[in-house]
Structure formats: structure tokens, C-alpha cells
T-cell receptor, first 114, second 109 residues
Framework: GAVVSQHPSRVICKSGTSVKIECRSLDFQATTMFWYRQFPKQSLMLMATSNEGSKATYEQGVEKDKFLINHASLTLSTLTVTSAHPEDSSFYIC??????????FGQGTRLTVV | TQLLEQSPQFLSIQEGENLTVYCNSSSVFSSLQWYRQEPGEGPVLLVTVVTGGEVKKLKRLTFQFGDARKDSSLHITAAQPGDTGLYLCAGGWGNKLVFGAGTILRVKS
């Protein structure tokens, strides 16, 4: 299957700082990438849809000013958690769809805000 | 309200037992996917079912898509401890992929 690489896999940051997470499609071009948040033992919650060359589409209840998404190229999307607080600590996962059906996921990023 | 209702939420069984996980919706999906996720990692695609009534097998795993393309099931035969994980069904909704709530499976040796 297609390979999606997410970096970093783990990050610890101080409250009030910003953290950037990168998501790259390694062997295909992804016009659309998705960002999810996952709490322990729960399913994935879609945060936003990232479109190359245009603004991201955020799901209801997701603060666009807190979670900045940039889809700079067909192979790279970034999620920046701005002014992070402990309640932002979570597992963040990106994915990219191939065609209209299957999606392939990055390895996830464990964010801990202290 | 979840678009995809997945059940059961938790399943703890002994090695060698069989189990079935269900994914149901009132909506028709053009395709459904099943993923398996281990702690601290991203979901890994197991299978995509596209045709109503379709059955796909992946070693001890059997996936079925309902005739009306509203539901799907995952059956595991002779479960092994290595099958332990979070199983997720997902379906395309517009340009998004929506997920069921997930089934946490624990297989004890």
C-alpha cells in the first residue's frame, strides 16, 4: 500500500509553545490529507481536511486558530498546535486518500504538553 | 449520532475462539474499509469491500459487505494473541472518511 510518513512520533512541549507535525506522502501525490485526533481507547475524530493549495476545512468544534493546517505541496501537509495547553495532549494522526476509497495513515504523533 | 455503528465495543476472548465484529449504518456506502490499529501507531488498512454481498478473506479474517451496502462484518477464526488491537470500520462520506467507534479486541493466551 501507499506510504504516509508522519513526524515526529513523540513530542513533549511546554505549555504556551507551538508544535508542528509533518505528514508526507512518500510514493504518491495527495491532493487531500486528513488530520485526526484520538483519545485513549477511542476511535479517530476528524479534525480537518487539508487541501493542497487552499484553506483547510475544519470540523465543527475544532478551533482553526489553534490548529493551523498548511498543505504546501502535493506530498506535504503540516499541523501546528499553537499556544499548546495540557488539554491539547493527545495522539494526532494524518492520512491521505488514494482515489475515492482507501486511506493510508501516518504512524501518529503523541503530543504531551507539560 | 455515529454514521457507522460498530459493535461490540470491547471483546476479550481466549486464544482459539472465533469472533465477529459488526459495522452498521442506515446509509448506503460505496465502499467500506476495515483497519487494525495497535497502541501508539496509525491504523493499517486490512481490506476494502466495494460490491454488495462481497466476501473477502485474509488468512483467518473474513470480511463481508451487506447486500444493501449498509453494513459489514469482520469474522476472525481461531483468534491468536497477535490479533489483539483496535479494529475500525470506515466508509467514504463525501470527500471524508468516517469511522465507527472501534472494537477493542483482546485475545488471551
Amino acid at each position: 500500500g501507499a506510504v504516509v510518513s508522519q513526524h515526529p512520533s513523540r513530542v513533549i512541549c511546554k505549555s504556551g509553545t507551538s508544535v508542528k507535525i509533518e505528514c508526507r506522502s512518500l510514493d504518491f501525490q495527495a491532493t487531500t490529507m486528513f488530520w485526526y485526533r484520538q483519545f485513549p481507547k477511542q476511535s479517530l475524530m476528524l479534525m480537518a481536511t487539508s487541501n493542497e493549495g487552499s484553506k483547510a476545512t475544519y470540523e465543527q468544534g475544532v478551533e482553526k486558530d489553534k490548529f493551523l493546517i498548511n498543505h504546501a505541496s502535493l506530498t506535504l501537509s503540516t499541523l501546528t498546535v499553537t499556544s499548546a495547553h495540557p488539554e491539547d495532549s493527545s495522539f494526532y494522526i494524518c492520512s491521505a486518500r488514494v482515489g475515492l476509497t482507501e486511506a493510508f495513515f501516518g504512524q501518529g504523533t503523541r503530543l504531551t504538553v507539560v | 449520532t455515529q454514521l457507522l455503528e460498530q459493535s461490540p465495543q470491547f471483546l476479550s476472548i481466549q486464544e482459539g475462539e472465533n469472533l465477529t465484529v459488526y459495522c452498521n449504518s442506515s446509509s448506503v456506502f460505496s465502499s467500506l474499509q476495515w483497519y487494525r490499529q495497535e497502541p501508539g501507531e496509525g491504523p493499517v488498512l486490512l481490506v476494502t469491500v466495494v460490491t454488495g454481498g462481497e466476501v473477502k478473506k485474509l488468512k483467518r479474517l473474513t470480511f463481508q459487505f451487506g447486500d444493501a451496502r449498509k453494513d459489514s462484518s469482520l469474522h476472525i477464526t481461531a483468534a491468536q494473541p497477535g490479533d489483539t488491537g483496535l479494529y475500525l470500520c470506515a466508509g467514504g462520506w463525501g470527500n471524508k472518511l468516517v469511522f465507527g467507534a472501534g472494537t477493542i479486541l483482546r485475545v488471551k493466551s
